[in-house]
T-cell receptor, first 117, second 113 residues
Framework: NAGVMQNPRHLVRRRGQEARLRCSPM?????VYWYRQLPEEGLKFMVY????????ESGMPKERFSAEFPKEGPSILRIQQVVRGDSAAYFC???????????????FGQGTRLTVV | DQQVKQNSPSLSVQEGRISILNCDYT??????FLWYKKYPAEGPTFLIS?????DKNEDGRFTVFLNKSAKHLSLHIVPSQPGDSAVYFC????????????FGQGTELSVKP
């Protein structure tokens, strides 16, 4: 897990507040992925980004959730007007592009545990 | 629509014996498969992968087998050690979807001394 940095590790928000989760990929990695793990469940894909572009957001809820990966700075997963059901562990992963276009194995950060009270 | 399935939520094995974790998938477009290990309160750690052009890949105590016709893969750990106790996730990706991974639900392995 070394190299993919997520912060904060733990985040508590009241219902209706905004949550911002940050992810700095490993050096040299241009692909960033966000996953969510609900209690007692596996990891669910949310969104795949490359620098300044959203490649695949098929796993993102239609409302309140957004993600960005700006040219400079970390990737941000933003959840507006949080509800109790948003409580989960959110993991970021990064990978780089191999020759031939296929990305390498994804390496994960430690996750951000969001609790909505 | 669970495209990657790990039907055993838990597995208990004696130290020194073989651990076999299983995974099934439904999407025939998947061509790259990975196993991750996860400890509580940590992120998943990459273990081993296999491309669909192979049927076996080995790395130390870990071997992954792929049966494309059955859409089934398995992870063998031998000999199992207490430090292997963790949740193991199978994941799959398709070449036309970048590095997006679809995960199974995980199997919790307990290796008893």
């Amino acid at each position: 897990n070394a190299g993919v940095m997520q912060n904060p590790r733990h985040l508590v928000r009241r219902r209706g507040q905004e949550a911002r989760l940050r992810c700095s990929p490993m050096k040299g990695h241009s692909h960033v992925y966000w996953y969510r793990q609900l209690p007692e469940e596996g990891l669910k894909f949310m969104v795949y980004l490359q620098k300044e572009n959203i490649i695949d957001e098929s796993g993102m809820p239609k409302e309140r959730f957004s993600a960005e990966f700006p040219k400079e700075g970390p990737s941000i997963l933003r959840i507006q007007q949080v509800v109790r059901g948003d409580s989960a562990a959110y993991f970021c992963a990064s990978s780089m592009t191999r020759q031939g276009g296929r990305s390498t194995e994804a390496f994960f950060g430690q996750g951000t545990r969001l609790t909505v009270v | 629509d669970q495209q990657v399935k790990q039907n055993s939520p838990s597995l208990s094995v004696q130290e020194g014996r073989i651990s076999i974790l299983n995974c099934d998938y439904t999407n025939s477009m998947f061509d790259y498969f990975l196993w991750y290990k996860k400890y509580p309160a940590e992120g998943p750690t990459f273990l081993i992968s296999i491309s669909s052009i192979k049927d076996k890949n080995e790395d130390g105590r870990f071997t992954v087998f792929l049966n494309k016709s059955a859409k089934h893969l398995s992870l063998h750990i031998v000999p199992s050690q207490p430090g292997d106790s963790a949740v193991y996730f199978c994941a799959a990706s398709a070449n036309n979807q970048g590095g997006k991974l679809i995960f199974g639900q995980g199997t919790e392995l307990s290796v008893k001394p």
